[in-house]
């Protein structure tokens, strides 16, 4: 699996009866948006030579967001799952098994999906180092259009549209989602915060301070709890998944977090994602995430 990268920050803790956690970060541009699979005729199909057309839209489960991908894929050989959030069978499955297929906010896809047939489906040649032997990627253009190949041990090459080898005239086939990047991304990953509550703290709200930008970017949070030290580190929004946001409504306003996801955890992590225009970006100075005992 692959992380993104961590830039450093400065850790503040303060607090009294309600502790409050506040992190500074230099200010970042990013986008983000999230979106469903196009329903129109042939705007939704993969193709492999071994198991035929894979349906990215009539589960009417796949998402694409900034961060990653979520729910699952139909084929002959049962559901592709997306991502450990959201498996067909199971539901949430990313305490024994943490996978998904990850953006890095501008459209180039990683990480791994699965299926029960053929397990592992890799999304970029990054993910297993063998990208100096077979370099591939599947990435979404300006359009929303999915290009590129990725790559099962068992069944070989998974097409996502027909231009990556000029088939389109004989099958016009192609994934497409109206996500698309817009702007630059920046994502940072907090360090690992120990309320010091050792029966689990609840997590009640969070806050930023700096400068908005223009019409069209904002500042958005997902939180990572666990009652280890060291995860795991599963970043969810508002409604548990990783598609959803807090975005608070501008600087010095606290926004409520969501009660029953953060409650009885003794560490967490957040994740800020700043996003930007192309001529426009937020300034963030101070993050604070206030819980309780």
């Known amino acids: 699996m692959t992380t993104q990268p961590k830039p450093s920050v400065t850790a503040l803790l303060s607090g009294v009866a309600t502790l409050c956690a506040v992190v500074f970060l230099a200010s970042a541009g990013v986008a983000h948006a999230s979106t469903n699979i196009s329903s129109s005729g042939n705007a939704h199909w993969a193709w492999n030579n071994a198991i035929g057309w894979i349906d990215f839209y009539s589960p009417n489960t796949v998402v694409v967001g900034t961060a990653g991908i979520a729910g699952y894929a139909s084929s002959s050989l049962g559901y592709i799952s997306l991502d450990c959030h959201t498996s067909p069978s199971s539901g949430n499955i990313c305490g024994t098994s943490n996978y998904q297929v990850t953006n890095d906010g501008t459209g180039k896809l990683s990480g791994w999906a699965w299926n029960d ?23 979404i253009d300006t359009n929303g259009n999915f290009q590129g190949w990725a790559w099962n041990d068992a069944i070989g090459w998974i097409d996502f549209n027909c231009d990556n080898d000029t088939t389109c005239g004989t099958s016009n086939f192609y994934v497409n989602a109206t996500w698309n990047a817009t702007g630059t991304v920046g994502m940072l990953d907090s360090v690992t ?18 400068i908005s930008g223009a019409s069209g970017t904002s500042v958005q949070f997902q939180f990572a709890v666990s009652n280890a030290s060291s995860g795991p580190w599963n970043f969810t929004g508002p409604d548990g998944t990783i598609n959803t946001y807090y975005t608070p409504a501008g600087p010095n306003i606290p926004l409520r977090l969501n009660y029953t996801l953060y409650n009885n955890y003794r560490y967490f992590r ?24």
Not at 120 to 137: E, K, V
Not at 197 to 205: D, P, T
């Open 117 to 139: 047939a053929i397990g592992w489906i890799s999304f970029d040649c990054h993910n297993t180092s063998i990208c100096g032997t077979s370099s591939y990627q599947v990435t």
């Open 270 to 293: 957040y994740r800020a994602t700043l996003v930007s225009t192309a001529t426009s970006t937020p300034q963030v100075d101070n993050v604070i995430v206030n819980w309780s005992p």
């Open 193 to 210: 915060y120990d309320t010091g509550v050792a029966a689990g703290a609840q997590l009640n709200s969070v806050e930023w301070q700096g």
